[in-house]
């Protein structure tokens, strides 16, 4: 039996130093020897730790066909012209590089993946909020009469606000259409966008209330909702707004009480808004700040299609509607965008030749150029870069002011022209949605590989196939075995040679308990790509009516150095057994 791969993915993990703002130097990468299994855990999930190495990546010296370390990264961002707070890597479960301090640091925009996907989750499973529902449902009551009665607004759905694609400006807009019926709404609902400040930004003043009532289009006339692209944070707080609305509590009460779970966090001071009929409502549109690691987990929890130990937190069907990468609005998809989530299914941060090492599934969510949160679930790989590259906090400023449109008033700033800390994005490609953590944070990560990871899913569970909606697969009555199948990609974007199929191994988790290495599969004769299947004994999953969670993690090993290794877990699936 092999089990080294596995490699304390179920150890607590080795906490971060504690920082204060920059007095501090950043904690050195997490070095902890390969090992087995371990035996017990603290009831509930945390991450595991391991070294670059023992996952298929360099942490500081170049193997095999690296051509960046982890180390190299790390040396590059937290340059003062980018004033990297923290990077930090997982792989297969396992904290396997972490620099940065304890103190949790805004995340901006990564917010809306992190607080306003998970509670949409939740809305859509227990309030009663569908994706191609009106969203004048939850928001044309009172003095927002206009989402009932007047085009475009009667035709925004849900998902059109939740895939950037209703047409709602943005408060950063300067096009005239957008403040030619609302002068000043925009820079209105700027200022209370952080929520209530001394009273001030109370209702009819509050930015759900401006959104709502005042909030224009972005083309005049209106094209149809769902034709136009404009990522739109007046969008996604009426989508909050939705949320809340329909499930009667706060964003940060929802995450709480029906999210989180054993080994993640929770954002720290949300915006809070109060809004019409007495309602106290909160936002996710930049304002929580995130400890990079709690953060992580909520990607874990999404990419996991929201199976946590050994449970279900949400149906999966709604977990894979907002981290999917096909049946997207065509408008937003064109541009890499699916349910709230960004996603790679344009090929946008894995473009060059040397590029190429995670899959087309990655989903996430950025923050101003400044945050990002990002999980490859085909290669169970998670990267979390967090901090603030100016005085001002915000990465696309120009080193001598705001950038060129800017019309807020927090930082109050005239335009300038010095790009060069702008992650080395032109001045022409501002506001692109890829460009810059591609060319500082993802494009250099996929360089630190030994080769391409394998690609890693699950395709059968207990003889049913895998169809991201299912909650839990029952094997047959009386079945003696649990037959799990499961597909291996190797090199599946760089031609042959470099790597090949070592083995898919296969585990189970029970809850609270070490995951169990039960078995390698076997290569299922005349497949391609190569499946492998193990029929694991009946009796050993557990007794009838028993729920267990199976995941394969699918390795390739170098064709130069067969001692050199690249694990990747595959997302989970649960199976009864009856």
């Known amino acids: 039996m092999r089990r080294s791969a596995l490699s304390a993915a179920a150890m607590p993990l080795v906490g971060l130093a504690l920082g204060c703002g920059n007095a501090e130097p950043p904690d050195a990468p997490d070095a902890v020897p390969e090992m087995g299994i371990v035996a017990a855990l603290p009831v509930g999930f945390r991450w595991g730790s391991a070294t670059p190495e023992s996952q298929g990546m360099c942490g500081s010296t170049l193997q095999l066909g690296c051509t960046k370390t982890l180390l190299d990264i790390w040396t590059d961002i937290s340059d003062p012209k980018y004033n990297t707070k923290r990077f930090i890597v997982i792989r297969n479960d396992k904290v396997i590089y972490d620099m940065g301090g304890k103190l949790a640091y ?190 992580a987990a909520v990607l874990r929890l999404a990419g996991r299609q929201g199976i946590w130990d050994n449970q279900n937190v949400e149906p999966v069907r709604y977990w894979d509607a907002l981290t999917r990468i096909t049946v997207n609005i065509p408008a937003a998809a064109a541009v890499g965008w699916g349910v709230v989530y960004q996603n790679n299914s344009r090929d946008m941060w894995t473009q060059s030749a040397s590029h190429k090492r995670l899959s087309l599934e990655t989903f996430g969510h950025d923050g101003n150029y400044s945050t990002i949160f990002m999980n490859d679930p085909m290669t169970s790989t998670i990267v979390v870069r967090q901090g603030e590259n100016n005085a001002k906090g915000a990465s696309y400023l120009t080193t001598n002011g705001c950038a060129v ?133 009946a009796s050993s999953h557990g007794e009838a ?6 995941f394969a993690n699918c390795v390739a090993r170098s064709v130069q150095d067969g001692t050199k290794q690249v694990p990747s877990y595959s997302r989970p699936v649960r199976v009864m057994r009856q």
Not at 515 to 525: Q, R
Request: aromatic letters at 10%.
């Open 545 to 550: 009516g028993s729920v267990r969670t199976y």
């Open 106 to 295: 805004y995340a901006y925009s990564a917010n809306k993946g992190l607080l306003g996907a998970p509670t949409l989750v939740h809305a859509m499973s227990q309030c009663g909020v569908g994706l191609t529902d009106p969203a004048s449902q939850w928001l044309a009551h009172g003095d927002g009469t206009r989402w009932a009665t007047t085009y475009p607004w009667t035709d925004i759905t849900v998902e059109h606000l939740a895939t950037h694609t209703s047409g709602v400006c943005d408060y950063g807009n300067t096009s005239a259409v957008c403040r030619n019926e609302n002068p000043g709404w925009q820079a209105a609902y700027d200022k209370a966008d952080n929520g209530d400040t001394n009273s001030k930004h109370r209702y009819p003043g509050d930015a759900f209330t401006i959104a709502r009532t005042k909030a224009e289009q972005n083309r005049e006339p209106a094209p149809p909702p769902g034709s136009v692209f404009e990522y739109s944070n007046v969008g996604h707080g009426l989508l909050n707004y939705v949320v809340q609305r329909a499930c009667g509590q706060k964003l940060a009460d929802i995450y709480d009480l029906y999210i989180k779970r054993s080994g993640m966090g929770s954002p720290v001071r949300p915006a809070l808004i109060y809004t019409d009929e007495a309602q106290q409502f909160n936002q996710s549109t930049g304002i929580a700040r995130w400890k990079g690691l709690e953060g």
């Open 405 to 537: 449109g800017w019309t807020g008033t927090a930082p109050t700033c005239t335009a300038g022209t010095d790009w060069s800390n702008n992650w080395n994005v032109p001045a022409q490609a501002q506001g692109s949605s890829d460009v810059a953590p591609r060319m500082k944070v993802v494009e250099p990560l996929q360089e630190a590989f030994f080769f391409p990871p394998p690609f890693c899913r699950m395709t059968s569970a207990a003889g049913n196939t895998v169809d991201h909606e299912t909650d839990v697969y029952n094997s047959a009555p009386a079945a003696t075995t649990i037959d799990l199948t499961a597909e291996i990609t190797v090199n599946p974007r760089e031609g042959a040679g470099s790597s090949v199929v070592d083995r898919v191994e296969f585990y189970k988790e029970s809850g609270g308990a070490a995951v169990e290495y039960i078995g390698d599969g076997t290569l299922v004769a005349g497949t391609s790509p190569s499946q492998y299947r193990l029929s694991y004994d």
